[in-house]
């Protein structure tokens, strides 16, 4: 199975919902692969921070796409595209109206091209009148502004390997995107 995560607007979270769904995806399929199509390399950053503090990571990072895995997570630029592999396209968008507008065109164009598309609204602050309203336009699935997913990052961890209030209501959030990802196989029920 192939997932994308995409937006043509940068800045927005890919990198960081993709690996969250990688590690998310490690906890239930045996072979999980995070490619890195993007040349600013965040993902193999990521990887990078987390060999240097000695953690292991449940999936694979790469920027070549290679055989023999059974879920791979895609994580591309910011750039417009046309083809993507498999049909399932992650979108995460910010909600504020720099980000949203080219969100919207960009799913509409995603959608299509016949791929299934569901959205995350990002670093979301219902505390926030402009993204409340957008919130309930995005007909997707919202993962709250917290330091626990930047502080994770930074540590070299996905938020399933952090610990504590904080992190299990981040992991929660990625849960909701997982399970409505119809996956092919799963380890744990």
């Known amino acids: 199975m192939h997932i994308s995560v995409y937006n043509p607007k940068g800045g927005v979270g890919k990198t960081t919902v993709a690996i969250q769904l990688a590690a998310a995806l490690s906890l239930i399929c045996q072979h999980v692969v995070l ?11 990521f990887s990078a921070l987390a060999q240097a503090a000695g953690h292991t990571l449940p999936f694979v990072t790469t920027n070549a796409v290679p055989s023999g895995f059974e879920v791979y997570v895609h994580d591309f630029p910011s ?7 498999g049909r399932l396209v992650i979108m995460p968008t910010l909600l504020d109206a720099t980000s949203f507008i080219p969100y919207m065109r960009a799913r509409h164009f995603v959608e299509d091209q016949g791929m299934e598309v569901i959205a995350v609204g990002n670093r979301y602050r219902p505390d926030r009148a402009e993204q409340k309203a957008l919130a309930k336009r995005i007909n997707g699935w919202l993962v709250n502004d917290r330091a626990t997913i930047a502080n994770a990052f930074g540590k070299g961890k996905s938020i399933f390997a952090m610990g504590g209030v904080r992190a299990a209501a981040a992991q929660a959030e990625i849960n909701r995107i997982l399970a409505s990802i119809d996956l092919p196989v799963r380890r744990f029920a």
């Open 35 to 45: 490619v890195d199509h993007d040349p600013q390399a965040s993902a193999l950053t």
């Open 79 to 85: 750039v417009l595209r046309m083809d993507f592999p």
